[in-house]
């Protein structure tokens, strides 16, 4: 079996499928970017959406002209949205730890760090969310 694939045509499929993943990988970014907006009516984003599905190149240039500049500031806000809710999380799993007599605000830097090490030890914190809370705890 004789079979004839020079290297530069392995090149240009690569580079192809790289450009596929890509593609696939900017169209999640805008569908995510699409549902996470506040601003826009279903109605809108029902829009966006069939707009992109049905005419995809066009669809996406049209988006990221239109709505691109602040995609960036969209997703940072969902992060510190997050943040903040994991925040509150931790300082009521903390406050709740010791019967609710004091708050995790109130309370000194050792005895958060005491009660974090409980929420660790019963299993309540992941090894992550107790490394995370402790540097906050000490900042």
Do not use: C, H
Not at 53 to 80: D, H, N, S
Not at 98 to 112: K, L, N, R, V
């Amino acid at each position: 079996m004789s079979y004839n694939y020079p290297l530069l045509d392995a090149f240009l499929t690569m580079l192809w499928f790289f450009l596929w993943i890509l593609w696939i990988f900017l169209l999640f970014r805008i569908v995510l970017d699409i549902f996470r907006d506040d601003t826009l009516s279903g109605w809108a984003k029902a829009g966006w959406l069939v707009f992109i599905l049905i005419l995809p190149f066009v669809g996406v240039l049209v988006y990221l002209i239109a709505r691109g500049a602040k995609m960036g500031a969209r997703e940072q806000a969902e992060q510190r949205r997050s943040k903040k809710e994991f925040d509150d999380y931790i300082r009521q799993t903390a406050a709740s730890a010791d019967g609710g007599t004091a708050t995790a605000a109130a309370a000194s830097p050792a005895d958060q760090l005491a009660r974090l090490a409980r929420l660790k030890a019963d299993g309540t914190l992941t090894e992550e969310e107790f490394q995370q809370a402790k540097a906050k705890i000490l900042a």
